[in-house]
Structure formats: structure tokens, C-alpha cells
């Protein structure tokens, strides 16, 4: 039954070593999108894809990019983690629905330390 | 632009109590409204939507109506668990054009429920 996946749950990463997070989804939507959510915070908006449009949000650093090859994978690459980064990575997708809502459908995210 | 205006927490409840967490939103056009729930270490799950002026949403014991007039989505129930201590997002989000479909959330309300 699941949705949006997320591998890994859990990573662990050096600091200044690049780091690979991949999110994966079956229900075919059109938009996924990438938070970060540090502690008690709300998500914050890193970028996102429209079918194949990258939008980057403004405050993104460049340290972050991503790739979307297909429709069901996205991937988000950290190219050079600091300890800041150290937070959870959450995968998000949404279409619209029949209501005309668009609804958010998340994965159940990364856990990303840094050492 | 929109915006998603949450009470702060945390809220500490003993079982049983009545539960009232305040959202009010501003948005350019007609949004659907969302309230989602992140518990421990998960990713966010929808807990209930509107998706137009006084409908009520409404998912295991939880309520929200959609009050147009007073810009509101206040999530309520009757009765609460232990098993409901989490933190609670509201969202919204309008339709796929114009860049309005990417969800906009509030900062979070923590719940804590006392047996």
C-alpha cells in the first residue's frame, strides 16, 4: 500500500561527502516536491518538480540539487554536507484531485545525520 | 501571498479532555484546507481536508469546518487519546495553476495527552 517511499530511513554521512536521498511513488502524480524539517519546525520548501519543470525556491542553497529521471523517482543530492544540514528529508507528492483539492501525499522521510 | 497561522504549542491534555487547536489562513483566491499529523519520526499524514466554504472535514474523532468569513479551519475533538499526542500542521493549497498548488503550511501545533 505504500505510496511515497523513501530509502534510506535512517543515513548517516561525513561531513563534505556528498550524500544521495531517493523517494519513489506509485500513485503517478505530476508534482514531487523535497522539505527539509529540523526539529520542531515546520517543513521548508527546498524545490520542487512539475512533471519535468525544476522550480529551485529562492533561500535553496547549492548545496542541494535534485534530479527527477522519470515520473515515479526523484532524488535529492547533497553535494557537500555540513552539520547544519543534519535534518529530516521529506518527499512529497500531489495532483489534482477529482475535488479540484491538491492534496499532499508524503513519504515517511529521511533522517539525515551528519558527522 | 498565502499564509497558515497556527496556535503555538505545545497543548497538554489529560485523556478524555476536549481538544481545540486554532488555524486561521490568508490566501489570494479559494484554497482547499488540510490539516495533517506528524507523529514521532514519520512523515506527515492528512488527517482531514475542506475543500470549499462550511464543508467539515472530519477522520477518526477529528473535526474542522471551513469558515470562510472568519478565515478559519480550527481542528477539534471531543475526546482525546494518548495515542493522539503528535504534531498537528494545517495546510492549504488551491488548484495546479499558477503556482498556488504547492502547499503552504502552518508551523506546527505539538499535542501532548496525560493518561
Known amino acids: 500500500d505504500a505510496m511515497v517511499i523513501q530509502n534510506p530511513r535512517y543515513q548517516v554521512t561525513q561531513f563534505g561527502k556528498p550524500v544521495t536521498l531517493s523517494c519513489s511513488q506509485t500513485l503517478n502524480h505530476n508534482v514531487m516536491y523535497w522539505y527539509q524539517q529540523k526539529s520542531s519546525q515546520a517543513p521548508k520548501l527546498l524545490f520542487h518538480?512539475?512533471?519535468?519543470?525544476?522550480?529551485n525556491e529562492a533561500d535553496t542553497p547549492d548545496n542541494f540539487q535534485s534530479r527527477r529521471p522519470n515520473t515515479s523517482f526523484c532524488f535529492l543530492d547533497i553535494r557537500s554536507p555540513g552539520l547544519g544540514d543534519a535534518a529530516m528529508y521529506l518527499c512529497?507528492?500531489?495532483?489534482?484531485?477529482?475535488?479540484?483539492?491538491?492534496?499532499?501525499?508524503f513519504g515517511q522521510g529521511t533522517r539525515l545525520t551528519v558527522v | 501571498g498565502n499564509s497558515v497561522t497556527q496556535m503555538e504549542g505545545p497543548v497538554t491534555l489529560s485523556e478524555e479532555a476536549f481538544l481545540t487547536i486554532n488555524c486561521t489562513y490568508t490566501a489570494t483566491g479559494y484554497p482547499s484546507l488540510f490539516w495533517y499529523v506528524q507523529y514521532p519520526g514519520e512523515g506527515l499524514q492528512l488527517l482531514l481536508k475542506?475543500?470549499?466554504?462550511?464543508d467539515k472535514g472530519s477522520n477518526k474523532g477529528f473535526e474542522a469546518t471551513y469558515r470562510k468569513e472568519t478565515t478559519s479551519f480550527h481542528l477539534e475533538k471531543g475526546s482525546v487519546q494518548v495515542s493522539d499526542s503528535a504534531v498537528y500542521f494545517c495546510a492549504l493549497s488551491e488548484g495546479m495553476t499558477g503556482g498556488s498548488y504547492i502547499p503552504t503550511f502552518g508551523r506546527g501545533t505539538s499535542l501532548i495527552v496525560h493518561p
Open positions: 475542506a475543500t470549499k466554504a462550511d
Open positions: 512529497a507528492t500531489s495532483t489534482q484531485g477529482r475535488d479540484g483539492s491538491t492534496e499532499a501525499f
Open positions: 518538480y512539475y512533471d519535468k519543470d525544476f522550480n
